[in-house]
């Protein structure tokens, strides 16, 4: 179970305390099917946040009303205002260039894909949990090696 007191951890559809705001409120994560948050609500269930991505992460719309901005967007990562990047765990990605910071760990075992590609260029599709690896979904958690060759397939 989700503990709202604790940010680092959210998760959609539990709540979230703001821990720089001046009265204690508590916020809920909506997210979608790559688990980027779409929306986020208050206690009383009004929209106080509407995000929308372009594939790699980019924010394309980005609506508050209140002035909390919740950190947790594309994927459900933390975004750094600072350096315009999300943080994966094993590396950053840039949303803009949608390009990682740093070699997939996992590089000699996937050779025929780029060690800076994220997913394979499969960004609606497919998640990259920690950035080390490719799955399709949260769910399902297929390998990266299962996605391949499904993606090498016709539709």
Known sequence: ??????????????????????KEEIFFYHSDHLGSTS???DDKANITQ??????YGELLVDEHSSSEDLP???NGKQFDEE?????????YMNPITSLWYGV????????????????IDHPIRLIDPDGTHWVEDNKKGL?????????NKPL
């Open 1 to 22: 179970m989700n503990d709202p007191s604790n940010p680092d951890d959210p998760q959609a559809g539990y709540g979230y305390i703001a821990n720089d705001t001046t």
């Open 39 to 41: 929306y986020i609500t």
């Open 50 to 55: 509407y995000d929308a991505y372009l594939p």
């Open 143 to 151: 390998s990266g090696e299962k996605v391949l060759k499904i993606s």
């Open 72 to 74: 947790y967007k594309f």
């Open 104 to 119: 997939d760990p996992l590089a000699e075992k996937y050779v025929s894909t780029g060690c800076y590609v994220y997913c």
């Open 83 to 91: 350096t315009g990047l999300y943080y994966y765990g094993a590396r």
